[in-house]
Every structure is written in structure tokens, then in C-alpha cells.
């Protein structure tokens, strides 16, 4: 059974920075590109940042690029996004979830779809002052 636990999000003022991680199992992990992606009220869920199999390629949504950095851990089958500069836009529910394959490419990141259907609960970031 995939599992999929999002964790450390929170209130955070505009210009500061997080960092949230995602812990995978019942799935090998190590075959997945992974994203993060998020949804934030009345909007339709978009990606974030996504990162390859062995973590040497990344790809950004444009609105936080070059505001993000995404690693992995193949070992720990975790996935962890920082965020810097955070703005009140940034505000949503943040998830992970398996990027489906032949979708992550670097040269066309609108390509990138989200795998599993099922999601887990996500982790709530608020950008507020």
C-alpha cells in the first residue's frame, strides 16, 4: 500500500523560508521521479518541483523558480523541499506524490503528472504576516 506522510509545514511571514520533507513507502521509491505539488483553496493542484531518479536533475514550477531546492534520499525514500522568500501566494496544502513515468523531462517541466492516486494528507503551509 503506497503511503505518502508530508510534514513541516506551518505559519511562516512573508520573506522567510521552510522546509518540508516527505517520507514514501509501499512503492520503490528508488524507480520514481518525485514531486512536490500543492493546492491552495479554489485552485487546481500544480507542481512545485520535481527531481529524477537519482537526484541530478530538477525541475520548478514558474512560480517558485529560484526560490526552491528539492533533494532525495533513496536510502531514506524521502523527498525534501525548501522554499525561500516565501510570499502569501505560497500559501496551500503541500503533497508529494510519484511523478508517472516518461512525464519528468527537464526540457518540457508542464509535462510532469502526478503518479498515485491516492494522496496523502499533505502538509498545510500559510504565508502570513
Known amino acids: 500500500q503506497v503511503q505518502l506522510v508530508e510534514s513541516g509545514g506551518g505559519l511562516v511571514q512573508p520573506g522567510g523560508s521552510l522546509r518540508l520533507s516527505c517520507t514514501a513507502s509501499?512503492?520503490?521509491?528508488?524507480?520514481?521521479?518525485m514531486g512536490w505539488f500543492r493546492q491552495a483553496p479554489q485552485k487546481e493542484r500544480e507542481l512545485v518541483a520535481a527531481?529524477?531518479?537519482?537526484?541530478?536533475?530538477?525541475i520548478f514550477g514558474d512560480s517558485v523558480d529560484g526560490r526552491c531546492t528539492i533533494s532525495r534520499d533513496n536510502a531514506e525514500k524521502t523527498v525534501v523541499l525548501t522554499m525561500d522568500r516565501l510570499e502569501p501566494e505560497d500559501t496551500a496544502v503541500y503533497y508529494c506524490?510519484?511523478?508517472?513515468?516518461?512525464?519528468?523531462?527537464?526540457?518540457?517541466?508542464?509535462?510532469?503528472?502526478?503518479?498515485?492516486?491516492?494522496w496523502g494528507r499533505g502538509t498545510q503551509v500559510t504565508v502570513s504576516s
Open positions: 509501499g512503492f520503490t521509491f528508488k524507480n520514481y521521479a
Open positions: 527531481i529524477d531518479l537519482f537526484g541530478d536533475t530538477a
Open positions: 506524490n510519484a511523478v508517472w513515468p516518461g512525464t519528468y523531462s527537464p526540457d518540457d517541466k508542464d509535462r510532469a503528472r502526478s503518479y498515485f492516486a491516492s
